[in-house]
């Protein structure tokens, strides 16, 4: 991964008024300034949206987000959005608006002394990226004497098609190099350390094959329900909202061969050959779940069909539970369990690699299969970390075996870690692309899952403050396996 500094530019929020800027882009930034890693001679940010709004108002509204993140210095706060924050209203969106702010943005580029060096965060639906592009690049946006790159958030796309579609509009303005298709699960110091636990201790990349893993699980576990997205999740559902890309995305990390050098290209390339290396997945190996109603005392958790904005007879998944199999010579024969939900007991996502079990019971006082197998679990929320459990005897007599763990904690060990976004936005100013998914990626994990999405989807129901629904403990059952939770 790149060491380069920041060069100067404009870094323009497309959308600037939403939740995203408020809660994960403007506090990104000023963090990025408080770390030193962002001076504030080397950037220009300049919100874009309809509303109605100078300048002042924006920076009121940033200095109130960045203080509801926990920053309580007012003097340094407003100094940062006076020096740094500027904004363009774009009106109804059209040709002429978009003329207007590239004037503006040339005019600060002018005052400032800034090169032409400019980034573009669409903060926006993706049903709107197609026509900003369009608008950007008819006010010469997107042609510059520096750099340009474009940075968009998931869903890229809504299917295999939509992806396609989406890919060949972008490439119509700008070539691949300059696109930043932000996963943010990627930034994560954690998912980022798994690359060095693996490649950087042979220890484990020795053991990291069929010979010596049982099985590998990956869970994202949200305790939440829609939280007024209830219209967006009825069209999305959890397969396209977390499987297509969080969990593939983990998946291919977890399972990619060592590539040739650690740099963006090469990376790509190793996570893309796992894709292309997996079994077509069929009906037998999903589980779609649906949250229902659960009450607790005098509390009533709704079920998913009276959330606000969802059909009282829908048919979307809350939950997914799947297994897929990488034909390749380290994974054939090992299954990764996928899964993710709605309203679990508690927010997590974990990777658990479970480890073979000895050939042989040597312990004969103990019942057959009472030693738990070694098992290595990657926690990346709530508290990013590595626990490595295994068997220990117990002190005295009779003969008693316990389980136990090595654990590394990466907030005690390094203090508060950078939030994902500060990583990301921070390789998009680098011009780093290793955290960022290509356009072959998000087509070939469509193209994986089109037959699963296209499919009838029978919606098993669980109760709201639980693991999901029944059917899914079965599909690891019948391999003899069963869902590994953290330590």
């Known amino acids: 991964m790149s060491q380069r500094g920041v060069e100067p530019h404009v870094f323009v929020i497309l959308g600037a008024t939403g939740d995203l800027t408020r809660r994960k882009l403007l506090p990104a930034l000023y963090h990025l300034r408080d770390q030193g890693i962002l001076e504030t001679r080397n950037i220009l940010i300049v919100g874009a949206a309809l509303p109605e709004m100078g300048e002042e108002g924006f920076q009121l509204r940033a200095f109130e987000a960045l203080q509801q993140a926990g920053w309580q210095n007012e003097t340094e706060l407003r100094a940062w959005c006076e020096e740094c924050l500027f904004y363009q209203t774009l009106h109804e969106g059209q040709p002429q608006d978009y003329e207007a702010l590239a004037q503006y943005i040339r005019r600060l580029e002018r005052i400032h002394k800034m090169p032409e060096n400019r980034v573009f965060y669409l903060a926006l639906p993706s049903e709107r990226v197609s026509t900003t592009m369009e608008r950007l690049d008819q006010a010469g946006l997107l042609k510059s004497h520096g750099w340009v790159r474009v940075v968009f958030e998931k869903p890229f796309g809504h299917d295999l098609d939509s992806a396609r579609g989406l890919n060949t509009t972008l490439h119509q303005y700008i070539d691949e190099s300059q696109i930043y298709r932000i996963d943010h699960y990627l930034g994560k110091e954690t998912v980022q350390n798994l690359l060095a636990f693996r490649f950087a201790n042979p220890i484990f990349e020795s053991l990291w094959n069929r010979e010596r893993i049982e099985n590998i699980q990956i869970t994202v576990a949200e305790d939440l329900g829609m939280e007024h997205r209830g219209a967006y999740y009825q069209q999305a559902g959890a ?249």
């Open 239 to 487: 397969f396209r909202d977390m499987v297509q890309n969080h969990l593939t995305q983990l998946m291919t990390v977890i399972a990619m061969e060592v590539p040739v050098s650690f740099d963006a290209a090469a990376i790509q390339s190793e996570k893309l050959k796992v894709l292309h290396s997996i079994v077509p997945i069929t009906q037998q190996d999903v589980v779609f779940g649906q949250y229902k109603a659960w009450q607790i005392g005098d509390q009533t958790i709704l079920g998913y069909r009276e959330e606000q904005g969802v059909p009282k007879d829908s048919n979307t998944e809350t939950y997914v539970a799947l297994k897929a199999e990488i034909h390749n010579w380290r994974w054939k024969g090992v299954p990764f369990y996928l899964r993710t939900g709605k309203r679990f007991p508690r927010k997590l996502t974990q990777i658990v690699v479970t480890f073979r079990e000895a050939p042989t019971q040597v312990f004969r006082s103990l019942d057959p299969g009472s030693i738990p197998p070694n098992k290595l679990l990657i926690t990346l929320q709530p508290n990013e970390g590595f626990s490595l459990c295994f068997s220990v005897k117990s002190p005295g007599r009779p003969f008693q075996l316990s389980e136990h763990a090595l654990q590394f904690d990466y907030g005690k060990a390094f203090g508060q870690l950078p939030e994902a976004y500060e990583t990301l936005l921070r390789d998009v100013m680098i011009g780093d692309q290793t955290l960022f998914v290509s356009a072959e990626f998000t087509e070939t994990a469509w193209r994986l899952y089109a037959p699963l999405l296209a499919g009838e989807k029978m919606i098993h129901f669980y109760t709201a403050g639980c693991w999901g629904p029944s059917e899914a403990d079965a599909l690891l059952e019948k391999n003899g396996h069963r869902w590994a939770l953290g330590w």
